[in-house]
């Protein structure tokens, strides 16, 4: 950014001097901006013909640099107003064009402005590109976007709101305007990092004093979007956003930067699917050729498995992208993974191979890995019967007669000694399998009664449909205690037999692409096709196996490069060994880390709050954790649920009311793959107490 000298000379001409056809004012508000009004007066001084200034309380020099430059000065006192010292310069400019910016804003062609502005003066406005850059940061850009900033000094063009106040047509209507080229660009350094926040917190202060006033509108919603994004208060910039997007109205200037702003939020509030389809619809159809609407859209496709359409947008990105930027090389990326998958889908559908739901030539191999399994093994298998084509199973190392009960079912049995690694054994079994599907299962692990006999006609049918994985529903129960259900959740158990896929993990082993890539082409299983039960956590089984796995895993912590990856299962051995200190510990490290792109990613707050509430004198830290449970997983309704009952104890029952409401609308538009504890029959108990809460809340009334 090249630096322009201050001058002190005036710019008005002497009256011998003709006067031009065509007067352009230039109108400035200001308030001690005596280190930034002469820059940006000498970047249009040359093609204006007066300068209007209204000062609003300087107590610096500001008001003699102005009179330095020749300006027609006017004194006013400050009123948390911004329209009215605006149109106080205007009624007193007498050019025929006004250019009003501010004092922290400069052009960076002065020599072109006035020639910019004599082109274009047939419509009532101009909006200028506007580039925000951060002068505290090494000139880094911030943002840039279109802003009205000259316009015809005509009676009905006036400003209106006491803040991110804009020129309004005041007999209703619009108007006409154009917008400016490369000749009219501004640099603007209002937002350096050190002035930022306090302009942001005054001016959430004098909008709330508006809208106090008129009753809050669209400009306002427009207004607060920019100040709590600045903010970093994503849940009020949604709110906001959301209010936008339910009238048919838009933001006049920056709505490309209104979407990516409200796009942005989406995705870190873990929105529903659809939401966020339905804002980059709109983006792309506004803004057809942006390289990053067309890959953010892009990329949403690809993961609903919308190949051909994602493919599309990408190729745009491809197009349309600066070529230095990184999305040329993600998007080429991601092209090449979505025609790989385009020419496996076509390699699929005619294969004779894999069989078929009409003529049932595909092969089913069940796989497990067990140690002492001699009592669990018989039931799961049983479940099976009639499903499956094969056995394989790799023993390692059991003591009991597991190895004679596997055989007996016919199943190929493999040795692997035990060596503190379960993908070691799991690749093994993977390695000897021979199916065309695998199904992979815990000895603990079998498939309800009701839906066993689904097993086949699921994977058939996802084999037709082109899917590679099926996450079932595993349903954790109590055998020591009635077959209490102690949660859900959905976990990949049904793949096709690629042989580089393989498990990784020494614990809480996943399974992944060669490359480490995560299985795609995956969908869920309805809970009335199959239903998976565990035993693995009945109360006799769980310490062993929390002891166990807690030795491997802080093992672990001492080798990886990624410990925060392990923080949230060893908080769930420690919970399991009732160690609730050290589980706290790593439930907060886990949680601190950020939402993770795992299943069950919200356990960690499951254990942290439901250790909280043990302790009743912790309810502000219950309450702290809650609310941050409900900003990391909004989609969550039994999250929403527990604070509405944390706040029914403190007798805060109109709040209370409110959550337990939005847990009803979560739960009745639930969407998300991660699993949700709140059931229909905790939504039929939670309205009979929010109907105690209302006859509580009429009773103090």
Not at 241 to 253: C, G, H, M, N, W
Not at 429 to 439: C, Y
Not at 504 to 518: N, Q
Not at 670 to 697: C, G, I, N
Request: aromatic content about 8%; overall charge neutral; hydrophobic content about 35%.
């Amino acid at each position: 950014m090249r630096k322009i000298k201050s001058s002190k000379k005036p710019i008005l001409k002497s009256k011998s001097e003709s006067a031009p056809k065509f007067k352009i004012s230039a109108c400035y508000i200001v308030k001690n901006e005596e280190k930034t009004l002469p820059r940006s007066i000498e970047s249009l001084k040359s093609a204006v013909d007066e300068i209007v200034v209204v000062d609003t309380g300087s107590t610096d020099n500001t008001v003699e640099v102005a009179k330095n430059y020749g300006a027609k000065v006017i004194p006013t006192t400050w009123k948390d107003d911004f329209s009215t010292p605006r149109n106080l310069a205007i009624d007193n400019a007498s050019g025929d064009y006004i250019i009003f910016i501010d004092a922290d804003e400069f052009f960076i062609n002065p020599a072109k402005v006035r020639r910019a502005i004599e082109k274009l003066s047939n419509s009532e406005a101009i909006f200028v590109m506007r580039i925000d850059i951060d002068e505290d940061n090494g000139g880094k850009e911030i943002n840039r976007d279109y802003y009205l900033r000259a316009f015809q000094n005509v009676a009905h063009l006036r400003y209106r709101g006491l803040i991110h106040e804009n020129v309004e047509n005041i007999n209703g209507g619009g108007f006409n305007y154009k917008m400016a080229g490369d000749d009219l660009i501004l640099y603007h350094t209002g937002y350096s990092a050190n002035k930022a926040e306090s302009k942001l917190r005054r001016n959430l202060a004098i909008l709330q004093t508006e809208i106090d006033k008129e009753g809050i509108q669209l400009r306002h919603h427009i207004a607060l979007v920019d100040c709590y994004f600045a903010l970093g208060d994503y849940d009020k910039t949604l709110y906001h956003a959301k209010e936008i997007l339910k009238t048919d109205s838009r933001p006049v200037t920056g709505l490309a930067i209104f979407y990516r702003k409200t796009s942005f939020v989406m995705r870190k509030l873990n929105v529903s699917i659809s939401e966020m389809m339905g804002l980059l619809n709109e983006a792309v159809k506004n803004f057809p050729n942006d390289p990053e609407f067309r890959i953010e859209r892009g990329m949403l496709l690809n993961y609903l498995q919308r190949y051909e359409e994602a493919a599309q947008d990408i190729r745009v990105t491809l197009k349309n992208a600066d070529k230095k930027s990184g999305l040329i090389a993600l998007a080429g990326d991601l092209l090449a993974e979505i025609e790989r998958k385009l020419a496996e889908m076509r390699k699929l559908k005619p294969s004779k191979k894999l069989g078929s739901h009409k003529n049932s030539n595909l092969k089913i191999s069940v796989c497990y890995i067990v140690k002492n399994e001699e009592n669990n093994l018989p039931r799961s298998l049983d479940s099976l019967k009639g499903q499956i084509d094969e056995i394989v199973v790799v023993d390692t190392g059991s003591t009991d007669n597991t190895i004679e009960v596997a055989k007996n079912y016919g199943a190929k049995v493999f040795e692997s000694p035990w060596n503190n690694d379960f993908s070691t054994p799991r690749n093994m079994a993977l390695d000897n399998a021979t199916g065309d599907w695998i199904i992979f299962l815990d000895a603990d692990e079998y498939f309800s009664e009701k839906t066993a006999k689904n097993v086949r006609q699921v994977i058939e049918q996802a084999d037709k449909l082109g899917k590679n994985g099926l996450l079932v529903n595993l349903v954790n129960i109590d055998v020591d205690k009635d077959n209490k259900v102690l949660d859900t959740t959905y976990i990949l158990r049904m793949y096709r037999n690629v042989k580089e896929w393989r498990f990784v993990g020494r614990i809480h082993e996943e399974l992944r692409k060669s490359g480490g890539g995560t299985i795609d082409k995956v969908s869920l299983v309805p809970t009335n096709k199959l239903e998976l039960y565990h035993t693995g956590y009945s109360a006799g089984v769980n310490a062993d196996k929390a002891r166990r796995n807690l030795g491997l895993l802080l093992a672990e912590l001492k080798l990886t490069d990624h410990p925060e990856k392990i923080y949230g299962y060893i908080a769930q051995c420690y919970n399991g060994l009732e160690d609730y200190a050290n589980a706290e510990k790593y439930a907060i490290m886990d949680i601190d880390g950020g939402r993770r792109e795992t299943t069950f990613a919200s356990s960690s707050y499951r254990i942290l709050l439901s250790i909280l509430a043990r302790n009743p004198k912790r309810m502000d830290d219950r309450l702290k954790f809650i609310v941050r449970a409900t900003k990391d997983f909004p989609e969550t309704p039994e999250f929403y649920a527990e604070h509405a009952e944390c706040l029914a104890s403190l007798k805060r029952y109109a709040e209370a009311i409110e959550e337990m409401e939005t847990a009803f609308k979560k739960f009745a538009s639930y969407d998300s793959l991660e699993p949700t504890m709140f059931t229909q029959k905790m939504a039929e108990t939670a309205k009979k107490r929010v109907e105690l809460w209302r006859t509580k809340l009429n009773a103090e009334n």
